[in-house]
């Protein structure tokens, strides 16, 4: 079993609908999770951080925490074709450890 | 967010050479900076973890002899790919950490990609 483990994709959304990422993980101590976004070519992008479990918003991103489930989610609102590319969960046990990262998600925004 | 810039941006050498690859935090100090190397449509992966002053930690089947790293500040860390084959043409991409206590955050580099002939 991958430490963190994603649907690798494509995703395929219409513009304008909500995309929604999963990412599990299997490291019950685990305190800290991001979400990186990587479009093809480039390298990673931080867009969210969670620590506690819920709901965290950001602009059109949202992060959802269950660490009872052990999983952490990505929703993408109003999703835009420049939105298209592939979204990396990170997990980490604690502060200065390293980041595990999961396989990507691939999302194909189509207008 | 913090910014970290890598340099070259994009190399081209002849198999056996050696290549030096830079990675700076540019506003803010990283005690540790990490290297990855990511081949296409695959995943990141680490190679090593680099701290300021003291030797790098390798991932296991990472050669150390092959890559060198060296982290002589709190801004600077290089990675050099020692007799650089076509096997290690890929993307290199180095990510420092920003200590914030719990909530360190770490930041990727624009990446380096190497092509050896």
């Known amino acids: 079993q991958k430490e963190v483990e994603q649907n690798s994709g494509p995703l395929s959304v219409p513009e304008g609908a909500i995309a929604s990422l999963n990412c599990t993980y299997s490291d019950r101590v685990s305190q800290s999770f991001f979400w990186y976004r990587q479009y093809s070519g480039k390298s990673p992008e931080l867009i969210m951080s969670i620590y506690s479990n819920g709901d965290k918003e950001d602009g059109r991103f949202t992060a959802q925490l269950n660490k009872a489930s052990q999983y952490v989610s990505l929703l993408i609102r109003d999703s835009q074709p420049s939105d298209s590319a592939t979204y990396l969960c990170a997990v980490r046990r604690a502060a200065g450890n390293k980041l595990t990262f999961g396989g990507g998600t691939r999302v194909l925004v189509k207008p | 967010g913090a910014v970290v810039s890598q340099h070259p941006s994009r190399v081209i050498c002849k198999s056996g050479t050696s290549v030096k690859i830079e990675c700076r935090s540019l506003?803010?100090?990283?005690?540790?900076m990490f290297w990855y190397r990511q081949f296409p449509k695959q995943s990141l992966m680490l190679m090593a973890t680099?701290?300021?002053?003291?030797?790098?930690?390798?991932e296991q089947g990472v050669e150390k002899d092959k890559f060198l790293i060296n982290h002589a500040s709190l801004t600077l860390s290089t990675l050099t790919v020692t007799s650089a084959h076509p096997e290690d043409s890929s993307f290199y991409i180095c990510s420092a950490r920003a200590p914030r206590g719990l909530q360190e955050t770490q930041y990727f580099g624009p990446g380096t990609r190497l092509l050896v002939l």
């Open positions: 506003d803010f100090q990283a005690t540790t």
């Open positions: 680099s701290n300021e002053g003291s030797k790098a930690t390798y």
